[in-house]
């Protein structure tokens, strides 16, 4: 069982930036690809970006894409998500995610935290 803790979120201009981070429980983090997902009310939940276990493969949502950069420590055991020229449209709650496997589907991961606010103001 992988515990997740996000933090990190919070109220921003248009066009500032956040960092979140993710701190997973499991010793073995280092065994498991990290994603980002956001959901926005009314809408689904939606993917942003995701490393793989060895921190040499990174995805991310066309929509984000130059925008954030997704990373992680492992003698931390956090996972981050560097957030720059926010936009409003990228209001939602916020959830780190890990699972063994590398996805961009939200369905493939087997822990989720319990997700951080983010809100930018135009």
């Known amino acids: 069982q992988v515990q997740l803790v996000e933090s990190g979120g919070g109220l921003v201009q248009a066009g500032g930036s956040l960092r979140l981070s993710c701190v997973a429980s499991?010793?073995?983090?280092?065994?498991?690809?990290m994603g980002w997902f956001r959901q926005a009310p009314g809408k689904e939940r939606e993917f942003v970006a995701a490393?793989?276990?060895?921190?040499?493969?990174?995805y991310y949502a066309d929509s984000v894409k130059g925008r954030f950069t997704i990373s992680r420590d492992y003698a931390k055991k956090m996972a981050y998500l560097q957030m720059n020229s926010l936009k409003p449209e990228d209001t939602a709650v916020y959830y780190c995610?890990?699972?063994?496997?590398?996805?961009?589907?939200?369905?493939?991961?087997?822990?989720w935290g319990q997700g951080t606010q983010v809100t930018v103001s135009s």
């Open positions: 995610a890990a699972d063994p496997d590398i996805s961009t589907r939200s369905t493939s991961y087997r822990w």
């Open positions: 490393i793989s276990w060895g921190g040499g493969g990174t």
């Open positions: 499991e010793r073995t983090f280092s065994m498991y690809a």
